[in-house]
C-alpha cells in the first residue's frame, strides 16, 4: 500500500517533472541542432583539458601538484561545474525574463519561483562537457598511488555531492543579484565561471588573498583542490590543510545560505515588468 505522503510528494513534484520533459523533448527534436551542440560542448571540454596539459607538459610541477595529480584536481573540478551548470545554469537567463517582463507569469503559479526556475529546463548538452571531467577523473584515479579504503570512496562521494551543491549554489546567487544589476551578468560570470576556473587551479599558487576568497568567501577549493590533496596525502598550504576537504558539506553549505539570502533580498526588490 503507498504511503498517502508518498502519494502527496509524486503529485506535489508532477508539474516540475512535465516540465522538464517537455524541455528533454524538445532538445532532441532536432536531431542535427542538438548532435551540433554535444559535439561543440564535448570540444569545450576538450579544450579546457588541453590547456590544463600543455601548462604540465611545459612545467612539471605547479603548486606541489604534477600532470597525474592535475589530472584528478580538473576531474574533480569540472565535472562537478559541468553537472552543476545542467541543473543550475540556465538560471543565467533570468536578467532576460526581468526584462521581457516574463518573470511575472512565474509569479502567478502556485509554487516557489526558484524552484520554478530551476525545473524550467534541463540542457542535456552540458552532458558532454561533464563527460570529459569525468573521464579525466578516472584517468587520475587510474594513474595515481591512491590508498584505497571505504574511507576514501566516502571522500570521492562526499566531495562530488558537495562540489555539485556548491556550485549550484554559487549559481543562485548570481540569480538573486540579478534582481538588482539587471545587466550585470558579466559581474556575476566573473564568480561563476571564474569559480570553476579557480577551482582546478592550484591553492598554493594564490596570494593570501585569493587563498582566502576561493578557500572561504566563495570556497571553490572544497571542489578540488582539497580533496586532491587529502586523497594524495599531501600537505596543505598555509590556511587550507588537506583535512579540511571532510569539511566540504559545510562549504556547500555556507553558500547556499548566501544563495538564498541573496534571493529572498532580491525578489523582495523585485517589483515586476511593469507589462
Same mark, same amino acid.
Given at each position: 500500500?503507498?504511503?498517502?505522503?508518498?502519494?502527496?510528494?509524486?503529485?506535489?513534484?508532477?508539474?516540475?517533472?512535465?516540465?522538464?520533459? /517537455?524541455? &528533454?523533448?524538445?532538445? @532532441?527534436?532536432? !536531431?542535427? *541542432?542538438? #548532435?551540433?551542440? %554535444?559535439?561543440?560542448?564535448?570540444?569545450?571540454?576538450l579544450v579546457e583539458f588541453a590547456e590544463v596539459w600543455v601548462i604540465f607538459h611545459n612545467v612539471r610541477v605547479l603548486g606541489g601538484l604534477?600532470?597525474?595529480?592535475?589530472?584528478?584536481?580538473?576531474?574533480?573540478?569540472?565535472?562537478?561545474?559541468?553537472?552543476?551548470?545542467?541543473?543550475?545554469?540556465?538560471?543565467?537567463?533570468?536578467?532576460?525574463?526581468?526584462?521581457?517582463?516574463?518573470?511575472?507569469?512565474?509569479?502567478?503559479?502556485?509554487?516557489?519561483?526558484?524552484?520554478?526556475?530551476?525545473? /524550467?529546463? &534541463?540542457?542535456?548538452? @552540458?552532458?558532454? !562537457?561533464? *563527460?570529459? #571531467?569525468?573521464? %579525466?577523473?578516472?584517468?587520475?584515479?587510474?594513474?595515481?598511488?591512491?590508498?584505497?579504503?571505504?574511507?576514501?570512496?566516502?571522500?570521492?562521494?562526499?566531495?562530488?555531492?558537495?562540489?555539485?551543491?556548491?556550485?549550484?549554489?554559487?549559481?543562485?546567487?548570481?540569480?538573486?543579484?540579478?534582481?538588482?544589476?539587471?545587466?550585470?551578468?558579466?559581474?556575476?560570470?566573473?564568480?561563476?565561471?571564474?569559480?570553476?576556473?579557480?577551482?582546478?587551479?592550484?591553492?598554493?599558487?594564490?596570494?593570501?588573498?585569493?587563498?582566502?576568497?576561493?578557500?572561504?568567501?566563495?570556497?571553490?577549493?572544497?571542489?578540488?583542490?582539497?580533496?586532491?590533496?587529502?586523497?594524495?596525502?599531501?600537505?596543505?598550504?598555509?590556511?587550507?590543510?588537506?583535512?579540511?576537504?571532510?569539511?566540504?558539506?559545510?562549504?556547500?553549505?555556507?553558500?547556499?545560505?548566501?544563495?538564498?539570502?541573496?534571493?529572498?533580498?532580491?525578489?523582495?526588490?523585485?517589483?515586476?515588468?511593469?507589462?
Amino acid at each position: 500500500m503507498v504511503e498517502p505522503s508518498a502519494v502527496r510528494a509524486g503529485t506535489w513534484f508532477t508539474p516540475y517533472a512535465a516540465v522538464l520533459r /517537455s524541455r &528533454i523533448r524538445a532538445q @532532441r527534436a532536432y !536531431r542535427l *541542432s542538438f #548532435a551540433s551542440e %554535444v559535439f561543440s560542448a564535448f570540444l569545450i571540454g576538450l579544450v579546457e583539458f588541453a590547456e590544463v596539459w600543455v601548462i604540465f607538459h611545459n612545467v612539471r610541477v605547479l603548486g606541489g601538484l604534477d600532470l597525474n595529480a592535475a589530472l584528478l584536481l580538473f576531474g574533480f573540478g569540472q565535472s562537478t561545474f559541468a553537472l552543476a551548470q545542467v541543473l543550475f545554469g540556465h538560471l543565467d537567463t533570468l536578467p532576460t525574463l526581468i526584462r521581457m517582463g516574463q518573470l511575472d507569469a512565474y509569479h502567478l503559479r502556485p509554487q516557489p519561483l526558484l524552484l520554478q526556475l530551476i525545473t /524550467s529546463d &534541463i540542457s542535456l548538452r @552540458r552532458f558532454a !562537457r561533464a *563527460s570529459v #571531467a569525468l573521464v %579525466v577523473l578516472a584517468l587520475g584515479f587510474l594513474r595515481n598511488d591512491i590508498d584505497w579504503s571505504p574511507a576514501t570512496v566516502a571522500l570521492v562521494l562526499l566531495t562530488m555531492l558537495s562540489g555539485i551543491a556548491l556550485f549550484g549554489g554559487i549559481f543562485v546567487c548570481a540569480a538573486g543579484l540579478q534582481f538588482y544589476l539587471i545587466d550585470g551578468a558579466e559581474l556575476t560570470n566573473s564568480f561563476t565561471y571564474g569559480g570553476s576556473f579557480a577551482a582546478v587551479q592550484p591553492a598554493t599558487v594564490f596570494p593570501t588573498p585569493l587563498r582566502l576568497l576561493f578557500g572561504f568567501a566563495i570556497p571553490v577549493a572544497f571542489t578540488a583542490y582539497l580533496p586532491t590533496i587529502e586523497l594524495l596525502g599531501l600537505p596543505g598550504p598555509a590556511l587550507l590543510p588537506a583535512w579540511l576537504a571532510w569539511l566540504s558539506p559545510l562549504a556547500a553549505l555556507w553558500v547556499w545560505l548566501l544563495a538564498l539570502s541573496f534571493w529572498r533580498f532580491g525578489t523582495r526588490h523585485y517589483q515586476g515588468g511593469g507589462g
